[in-house]
């Protein structure tokens, strides 16, 4: 049998084209925050790891927590939303395992499912990213009124979620905290648990749409850095080892290294372009440092001696 589909293993948590601006000749510098080296690369070799989303056949058991732990108190429609996933997931288990009930599983029928389980997820943050391209392009030109459109809005933000929740950072973070509660489950349903999250929050946002305010600040000489985990809660704590849950949502989105995207619930939907300082700048990359789990990004090496001094700083 020939197989065309290739089984992808170097899963990306970052998106590459959101990546582009910071690149000069398609390179562009990285920190390694555990090593403190900084190094010039190619999108296509950060923020990855290997068979990162490779999907974990779920159990009754695995279902059962997901039921109390997702679906127990969240609204009907949100619950009908999020039960659609299940079976994107555990489909192809649920196929592969009655095929070996029957032993019609030859070597080729294996490795198709093998890529299967291999790329249903990262071929799902692909197509919402692929969904995501047209608004960022807007965004970095300084076109926030693009998001007035619902369905631009409605894409945008699930995206901004998926993104929040997709990163290393995130993964790592909540299973050790789950770990430290005695929830170990959480590491084999976090592939749908991740969606699951990113779809409550991203219809929360939508939901109070009218009461969002979206701000892109720019920067006319320093320059906004990024990293491993580009979105990030404003009135998160970053400090190491903290558990404590903000009760406030404040989006910050570096969208090129000129301009950044602010979202907030505020009184009334609004749309804001406006020019910042280098405090104010600074304050921001300094978030962005504190959030990132392995990498810090740029489009200069100066940039990221600035960020490592910091480090050599202890501050």
């Not at 047209?134 to 409605?154: G, T, V, W, Y």
Request: aromatic share 12%.
């Amino acid at each position: 049998m020939d197989i065309n589909i290739q089984k992808k293993v170097r899963h990306h948590y970052v998106f590459q084209f959101y990546l582009k601006p910071w690149t000069i000749d398609d390179k562009l510098f990285c920190l390694n925050i555990k090593d403190k080296k900084i190094f010039n690369t190619k999108t296509d070799k950060i923020g990855l790891k290997n068979n990162f989303y490779k999907l974990n056949e779920l159990s009754k058991s695995d279902l059962q927590f997901i039921d109390l732990f997702f679906f127990q108190k969240m609204d009907t429609k949100l619950v009908e939303m999020n039960k659609a996933w299940i079976p994107l997931f555990n489909l192809i288990f649920d196929i592969k395992n009655k095929l070996q009930e029957k032993s019609s599983l030859d070597i080729d029928k294996i490795n198709i499912f093998e890529i299967m389980i291999n790329n249903l997820l990262e071929n799902l943050h692909n197509n919402i990213e692929n969904n995501a391209i047209p608004i960022i392009k807007e965004l970095q030109n300084d076109n926030i009124r693009f998001l007035e459109d619902k369905k631009n809005l409605s894409n945008f933000l699930f995206f901004l979620c998926a993104q929040y929740f997709r990163t290393k950072k995130i993964k790592d973070d909540v299973i050790n905290s789950a770990k430290n509660l005695g929830f170990n489950v959480i590491e084999r349903i976090w592939n749908v648990g991740s969606i699951i999250f990113s779809t409550n929050l991203s219809a929360s946002l939508y939901a109070e749409k009218e009461q969002l305010e979206f701000k892109i600040i720019k920067s006319k000489l320093t320059n906004f850095i990024t990293g491993d985990q580009p979105i990030i809660n404003v009135y998160g704590n970053y400090k190491k080892n903290n558990k404590e849950i903000p009760s406030d949502l404040k989006f910050y989105y570096p969208i090129s290294p000129k301009n950044s995207l602010l979202i907030e619930k505020k009184t009334k939907k609004n749309f804001i372009i406006e020019d910042i300082n280098d405090l104010e700048l600074n304050f921001y990359n300094n978030l962005i440092r504190k959030a990132s789990h392995e990498q810090i990004y740029s489009n200069t090496k100066e940039d990221l001696e600035n960020v490592k001094r910091l480090y050599e700083y202890g501050i």
